[in-house]
Antibody
Framework: QVKLLQSGAELVKPGASVKLSCKTS????????MSWLKQVPGPSIEWIGW????????NYNQKFKGKATLTVDKSSSTAYMDLSSLTSEDAAVYFC??????????WGPGTMVTVSS | DVQMTQSPSYLAASPGESVSISCKAS??????LAWYQEKPGKANKLLIH???TLQSGTPSRFSGSGSGTDFTLTIRSLEFEDFAVYYC?????????FGSGTKLEIK
């Protein structure tokens, strides 16, 4: 059974950084593409980027370059996303999702990030 | 970026009825389109990929059609569990982009 377990909600101060995690099980992590997505009510879902767990190769949405950094730990089948220099625009629910193509077979439950002083 | 326009934004229907949701791409995306279902408290679920291929576990009352720029998700004989939000997503080119969603509510 495929599982994607995301870290808990975060409350961060403007200008700070946060690291979100997504621990996976039930599929071959090392040959999967792990994507991260951002959802804000209204504007829908935005794809941030993916990381290929096999070699750490990445592909980012130009909009999120410099904002998000994706990494993986193959030993624990966990994907991570660092978000830097947070502003109110970064407040959202962030999802991890896995797949072997450019659509998303499985999704995590989401992590809510609140940015407030 | 490829803009994905979904319509309608809201749709009210009764169990047993059939509904269709439209997704239009701003340029041709071949058949590189997926549909997802979002329900409160549950992880998003992939329903269809490649425009019309049902993901394993998707009930046969769901179907997808279209290619190029115009796509449709049809749900026949609605069941209570189908009332949710539906999104389309193109994966023909980067950045991957989503429609704005269609909320299917019980009439």
């Amino acid at each position: 059974q495929v599982k994607l377990l995301q870290s808990g909600a975060e409350l961060v101060k403007p200008g700070a950084s946060v690291k979100l995690s997504c621990k996976t099980s039930g599929f071959t992590f090392s040959t999967s593409y792990m994507s991260w997505l951002k959802q804000v009510p209204g504007p829908s879902i935005e794809w941030i980027g993916w990381i290929y767990a096999g070699d750490g190769g990445t592909n980012y949405n130009q909009k999120f370059k410099g904002k998000a950094t994706l990494t993986v730990d193959k030993s624990s089948s966990t994907a991570y996303m660092d978000l830097s220099s947070l502003t109110s625009e970064d407040a959202a629910v962030y999802f991890c999702a896995s797949g072997f193509d450019w659509y998303f077979d499985f999704w995590g439950p989401g992590t809510m990030v609140t940015v407030s002083s | 970026d490829v803009q994905m326009t979904q319509s309608p934004s809201y749709l009210a229907a009764s169990p047993g009825e059939s509904v269709s949701i439209s997704c239009k791409a701003s340029k041709s995306i071949s058949n590189n389109l997926a549909w997802y279902q979002e329900k409160p408290g549950k992880a998003n679920k992939l329903l269809i990929h490649s425009g019309s291929t049902l993901q394993s576990g998707t009930p046969s009352r769901f179907s997808g059609s279209g290619s190029g720029t115009d796509f449709t998700l049809t749900i026949r004989s609605l069941e209570f569990e189908d009332f949710a939000v539906y999104y389309c997503q193109q994966y023909n080119e980067y950045p991957l982009t989503f429609g704005s969603g269609t909320k299917l509510e019980i009439k």
